[in-house]
């Protein structure tokens, strides 16, 4: 079996409610972001959303970018860690649904979740609890199936633990070892003010292909205009990928800046539209697009998952639309 890509991540199942920001303001989280809390903090909040509507679908954010690229029809895997709960049986089969292969085997414990509050900006932000993810490590990874793919895949997010960066590293060093292109998403801002000389080190070192947002780029370079941002990075990492939430993105590749528009939409939940960005991106340049197609097929993409509730496409693509949107 060969792989697009190897996902590596924290396997989070999404519990959504959209709310007013007058009540996240008195459930005191920052909006915009992944805060980490313990289970109890979780049912707090989710007792004080009484009569408001709760969804639950699978997430994480790794996974929703394995998930995005099945969804256009790529071949991919994932390493991640579920327990033999009801939550993991859930994630586990949304992904097997997908003809994603994880072979982590399910763990004692309690499957992570992300309480996601959904605001009427279309901001989400984000409780997570890790539970069991937080225990995957690099025995957990598969070294057959990174060297079968022409990517791995690795979220920031998996620094917040050490058995989880230690996962991290090793999914790098094998994909050095065999050839194989690392893909990082600084995954939130949060995580330089923790963690900015190791991803510094990791964009100017083994990293192939560079995600962030503006805030993060802005808040790894010091500078301002997201070009000015995107090019600094682009002297540390061969590819880069800035997007720009509504303003679209630019990616940049052998010192061309290539500007992507974004895709019109009425923005109903931001949630996962980074990662459903990141899909596109992979899954082109895994399946013979340009980078300009591949940022064509990333804005469509991202623009649908915004335009719904959930980080996983309730519409797929099918094949001809693909092919449409990537050759725009
Ligand atoms: N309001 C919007 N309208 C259309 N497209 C959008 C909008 N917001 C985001 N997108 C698309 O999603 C991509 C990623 O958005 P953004 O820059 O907000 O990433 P992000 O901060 O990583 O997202 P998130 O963390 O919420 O998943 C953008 O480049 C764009 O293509
Ligand atoms: O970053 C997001 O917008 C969402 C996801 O990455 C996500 O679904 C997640 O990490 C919580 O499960």
């Known amino acids: 079996m060969k792989f697009d890509v190897y996902g590596v991540g924290n396997a989070i199942t999404d519990i959504q409610a959209r709310i007013s920001d007058e009540l996240l303001e008195k459930i005191g989280f920052t909006k915009g972001v992944m805060t980490l809390v313990e289970s109890e903090k979780q049912g707090h909040v989710l007792a004080s959303l009484e009569g408001h509507p709760v969804n639950r679908c699978a997430g994480g954010s790794a996974s929703n970018t394995i ?76 070294e057959e199936q990174i060297a079968a793919s022409q990517y791995v895949y690795v979220e920031g997010y998996l620094f917040t633990g050490e058995s989880t960066r230690a996962a991290a590293y090793r999914a790098i060093e094998l994909a050095k070892k065999h050839n194989v292109k690392v893909a990082f998403t600084v995954s939130d801002p949060f995580l330089i003010h923790l963690f900015r000389d190791e991803f510094l080190k990791l964009i100017a070192g083994p990293v192939d292909l560079l995600f962030c947002n503006l805030e993060e780029a802005r808040s790894l370079t010091g500078k301002t205009e997201p070009v000015d941002c995107a090019q600094q990075l682009h002297h540390l990492a061969a590819d880069v990928a800035l997007t720009l939430g509504g303003d679209g993105s630019l990616i940049l590749r052998d010192n061309q800046v290539i500007p992507i528009e974004a895709t019109p939409v009425r923005p109903i939940d931001t949630t996962g539209a980074g990662d459903m ?28 998952v915004v335009s719904q509730l959930g980080a996983r496409l309730s519409r797929k693509f099918t094949p001809q639309e693909v092919a449409r949107f990537a050759s725009l």
Do not use: C
């Open 67 to 142: 998930a995005g690229i099945a969804d256009f029809g790529g071949t991919a895997a994932y390493a991640g860690k579920l327990a033999d709960d009801e939550i993991g049986r859930f994630w586990l089969s949304d992904m097997q649904a997908l003809g994603v292969t994880v072979d982590t085997p399910l763990g004692t414990g309690v499957s992570g979740t992300s309480v996601i509050l959904i605001t009427e900006d279309a901001q989400r932000t984000m409780l997570t609890h890790l539970g069991i993810s937080a225990t995957l490590g690099p025995e957990d990874l598969s």
């Open 277 to 304: 960005y990141a899909a596109g991106i992979l899954y082109g340049l895994t399946n013979g697009l340009s980078y300009r197609q591949a940022g064509h097929l990333a804005s469509q993409a991202a623009g649908r």
